[in-house]
């Protein structure tokens, strides 16, 4: 019924046109979706804006849900052929989208594989399937070491030098620990949060730094549960069991500890920057994760714009013509600068002005060796790593026998998803 | 004899169909937005399906992977402990509270408002008050009145064996001041003339309680028990603020059913699985609330 209004406008349109009235021709619309969050609809809105005006023939109208409902909306949408014709995803829900047909591979002319493969970051390459990508990030998110530089100088610590290994993080984590005379925690040295950043922090940098791999290379086998796997939860649990500077739920959790005044460390992502930058009184500064025996590495998540199944002929184009528009480099320094997120591609990332930025800058750094989980189910996964450090600290479990557990239980979260 | 075969309704009749017209609106509204996803459900959960795909039949395999999930059973045992620890609690307590309140004149109208205003807050702002009360000294005001008594500190929330009551408290608080107005009301409803008779007669304060008051509350224990038992096998909102970030921890000390159901549904949009279990939450509180009505038919 819409298309047959359409050809009938366009119809009238080129009778006006051919009385010689001079009108743009039929523009095409494209949807595009993605969930509220006022810094991303913000830099979407300004990126629409110019788009359109470089794009007069094609007009994008920006729909945007509460992350609690957007997963449900998008999928209920595409098949009844209603929802956007470029949507944005968590790279973690790729292979679901694409599975149940909803996306489409990005064409190959305008998005050739070779030129993905040498312009963006590399964990990128996630998102290549059977040689054809499905989806291209416009930012991407890194971990870093945020410290609140008042309570290093309080400790005689060097506020602007932060932990370069893991053995000085835990001498200096010790130092800012504060207990009153009966032992009870009244600031935390480095915050322990396993259901905040740290389940990433151990899963792709601790097991690395000991020498091993979460996963193996197609991501469908746990591979943690040996000597590094062990060695890599004993760190991260002595922390809590042996050094004890910090407790789990201490203030609730990690960033709300950080953002009191009352922790010295905290491990968490780009995307809190906003959060930190508003707390008055908060002083800190930020940089690289510490490295271990010379070996540093990252964690890095991302959200892809990809194109559904739901857009087709010259809506395709226009929605192929959007997506190159919304990952180009301007596009990614708008993204930068308005939501804080990093830009995907390197040679936006890596220029001085984003590198030596004392605030992006150790994220930035952070990406060029960084690792992201193949998630299948980012949540079950995540308890699984809360789970062996409540094992080890609540239980006392031995690492190896948590270590197993944990490698049992994702395995068969992984085999489940992978069928086999 | 003209009007033969036009009018064939009775007034009566009429009636009828107009009181299903107007019932027809909730009738509609109910079959679509509650019968229809209900009866939908049970054909789900004999279904793979993760929400975006297609729907796979596969018979009862959700059932068969619930029988040997050891989470399913770790969150049945929570459930059916909030339950078995928070009816009689709550009842014990909501009816010794009323049974005093009922006998005090003085700022009745005010002591009743005050038991009821747990009941009117936001379970998530409640949850998240008492999440604070539990962290330890210096924070935590138990740990801190604990600590002041010589008592040593206690984990609550980080203890697998504590954090199930300590969930389980301000749940039954929150209720409280609801069981408190429907006892009262019970109370009031007793004729005043039973009491009198039993003076009277001079039976003790105890006699009257177990020989006039308790026998008849019976309508009134038995509706508080039907809707509390519900209440309390359907616990959510206080776990979730509670627990938030390591959701009916520690190692699901503290995972309810509805908890486990959600998050199969929505966080790991496993939705036969998800509805598999409500299917058995569903048939649980059935049998339960029929028990409890067909009891409640008896006498």
Redesign the interface.
């Known amino acids: 019924m819409r298309k047959h209004l359409g050809y009938m406008t366009s119809g009238a349109v080129g009778a006006a046109l051919m009385v010689g009235l001079a009108m743009p021709s039929q523009a095409v619309e494209i949807e595009y979706w993605q969930y509220t969050f006022g810094a991303r609809v913000d830099a979407i809105d300004a990126l629409i804006e110019q788009f359109e005006a470089e794009n007069p023939d094609i007009q994008v109208t920006h729909t945007n849900f509460p992350y ?1 409902e957007y ?2 909306k ?2 209920a949408a595409i098949p009844s052929g209603e929802g956007p014709d470029v949507v944005q995803l968590f790279y973690g829900w790729l292979d ?2 694409r ?2 047909e ?1 996306l489409v591979p990005l064409p190959g002319d305008v998005f050739p594989s070779s030129e993905i493969e040498g312009d963006f970051f590399p964990m990128v390459q996630a998102m290549n399937v059977d040689g054809e990508y499905y989806g291209l990030p416009t930012a991407v998110r890194s971990l870093a070491l945020f410290w609140n530089t008042k309570l290093f100088e309080e400790a005689g610590l060097d506020p602007s030098t932060p932990p370069q290994t893991l053995d000085e993080l835990v001498e200096f984590a010790k130092k800012l620990t504060k207990r ?1 005379d ?1 032992g ?3 600031q935390a040295g480095l915050t322990i ?1 396993p ?2 950043q740290d389940h990433h922090w151990w899963r792709e940098v601790l097991v690395r730094q000991f020498g091993g791999e979460p996963y193996s290379a197609d991501g469908r086998t746990v591979t943690y549960n040996d000597e590094a796997g062990v060695k890599a939860i004993e760190f991260y649990a002595s922390l809590l069991t042996e050094h004890q500077v910090s ?7 990690g960033q709300t500890a950080f953002k009191a005044g009352k922790a010295g460390m905290t491990i968490d992502g780009s995307f809190r920057l906003n959060a930190f930058n508003g707390q008055r009184g908060l002083e800190y500064a930020i940089g690289e994760l510490p490295a271990h025996e010379g070996n540093r590495f990252n964690f890095s998540s991302y959200w892809v714009n990809g194109i559904t199944s739901k857009a087709d002929g010259e809506k395709r184009e226009a929605a192929a013509k959007f997506l190159a528009f919304i990952t180009q480099p301007e596009a990614m320094q708008l993204w930068l600068d308005t939501v804080g997120e990093l830009p995907a591609r390197t040679e936006a990332a890596l220029v001085p002005a984003n590198e030596d930025n004392p605030q992006f800058g150790p994220f930035i750094k952070g990406l060029a060796y960084a690792n992201s989980t193949h998630f299948v ?1 980012e ?2 996964q995540r ?1 699984i790593v ?2 062996m450090l ?2 080890i600290s ?2 006392g479990m031995s690492a190896a026998e948590a270590v197993a557990i944990a490698a049992e239980e994702e395995q068969k979260l992984l085999d489940s998803f992978y069928g086999s | 004899m003209a009007d033969a075969g036009t009018t064939t309704l009775t007034l009566e009749q009429k009636r009828a169909i107009w009181a299903w017209v107007f019932l027809a609106v909730p009738v509609i509204f109910y079959v679509i937005i509650r019968f229809y996803p209900t009866l939908n459900a049970f054909v789900i959960s004999f279904t793979d399906w ?5 729907r796979t039949f596969i018979g009862i395999e959700n059932y068969v992977r619930l029988a040997q999930d050891p989470v399913f059973w770790k969150v049945m045992v929570n459930t059916v402990l909030y339950g078995v620890i928070g009816l009689p609690v709550s009842i014990v307590f909501a009816f010794v509270v009323a049974y005093y309140l009922d006998q005090v004149r003085f700022m009745h109208g005010f002591l009743r408002a005050l038991y009821f205003i747990p009941f009117l807050t936001t379970a998530a702002a409640m949850g998240w008050v008492w ?2 009360f539990y ?5 935590g005001v138990f740990n801190l009145i604990l ?1 002041e008594f010589g008592f040593g ?1 206690q984990p609550f ?4 064996t504590q954090a199930l009551p300590a969930v389980l408290a301000p749940a039954v608080w929150a209720g409280l001041g609801f069981q408190i107005v429907i006892f009262l009301a019970g109370l009031r409803a007793i004729p005043s003339s039973y009491y009198e008779a039993a003076k009277i007669d001079g039976a003790s304060a105890w006699r009257i309680l177990t020989e006039i008051t308790i026998p008849l509350l019976r309508p009134t224990i038995v509706f508080l028990v039907v809707i509390s038992t519900i209440g309390f096998l359907r616990i959510f909102d206080q776990v979730f603020n509670i627990t ?4 009916g ?4 000390a503290t995972k309810p059913i509805v908890l486990y159901i959600y ?1 199969s549904a ?4 496993d939705m036969g699985y998800a509805t598999a279990q409500t299917v058995i939450l569903f048939l649980m509180l059935l049998f339960i609330t029929l028990l409890q009505l067909w009891y409640l038919r008896q006498k």
Do not use: C, M
Request: proline share 5%.
């Open positions: 609690a997963r449900t998008v999928a679901a989208y599975e149940a909803l009153d009966n009870n925690l009244l949060a259901a905040g407790e789990i739920e201490f203030l609730t959790d189910d949540a079950a308890q809360i789970d409540d094992n609540l239980k | 993760n929400l975006v795909g297609e999440r604070w962290q330890p000294v210096p924070v600590v500190q929330l980080r203890s697998t938030t970030q390591g959701e921890g520690p190692l699901n998050e929505f966080d790991s949009f």
